[in-house]
């Protein structure tokens, strides 16, 4: 059986890839009576949770905000974010500092698919347990935090792909978010991401030229 999730029934417009990711703006005004159904949330995450991570662990973990009372609870917590309340979900990205205990889990699912066999799967995970569990906090919180930044990416293109739109928020109390969703020291926080229908679009920006950002061969400022 694959491991990939399965395809959504609903149907999205074929968009061209360069096109989503030129059109992808951070928006702030969405319309407000435009809700998103569990499946098509669900179908967004899908897309999202096909990035990359270090050693495939995975250890992004999502709340889905939806309910009107809880978002409002949340608004002072996002520093009073218009956003919060007037998208369609709010999805709260984390990352698991433990999540190299689920190799076996993962590991399983790969050999029931036909990517490897026990033996390799045995050994593997015998190689995470040694590895991340010798290795300190902060080396481990470094490293998820990459894979929360690539799943978050990949969730908003997905997003735009299917004619939504979002906006990365780092502007909240996380101790405040923490305590209000009750969430563990096991996992740290990376970003909120708005998404929904805008209402307006997002403002045009400019960006460096890749001649400005890049050095070859070496690092030159």
Do not use: C
């Amino acid at each position: 059986m694959s491991i990939i999730p399965e395809q959504s029934k609903v149907q999205h417009p074929v968009i061209d890839f360069h096109t989503v990711i030129k059109e992808r703006r951070s928006v702030r005004k969405y319309d407000a009576s435009h809700k998103l159904t569990d499946e098509e949330i669900r179908e967004l995450l899908s897309a999202a949770v096909l990035a990359p991570s270090g050693s495939n662990m995975q250890p992004w973990r999502f709340i889905v905000i939806t309910d009107p009372e809880l978002k409002q609870k949340l608004l002072p917590v996002a520093f009073n974010q218009e956003q919060i309340v007037s998208s369609s979900a709010v999805i709260a990205v984390l990352v698991d500092l433990e999540a190299y205990k689920q190799a076996p889990r993962i590991y399983a699912k790969a050999v029931e698919a036909g990517y490897m066999n026990e033996e390799t799967a045995d050994k593997l995970i015998g190689n995470m347990n040694k590895f991340y569990g010798g290795l300190s906090r902060d080396r481990v919180l470094h490293g998820a935090l990459i894979d929360g930044g690539l799943v978050s990416q990949q969730l908003m293109l997905a997003a735009r792909a299917r004619g939504l739109d979002t906006v990365p928020m780092a502007g909240y109390n996380t101790d405040q978010f923490r305590e209000m969703f009750g969430v563990s020291e096991r996992y740290a926080n990376v970003m909120l991401i708005a998404v929904g229908k805008a209402a307006e679009p997002g403002h045009p920006t400019v960006r460096l030229s890749v001649d400005d950002v890049t050095s070859w061969n070496g690092f030159h400022q």
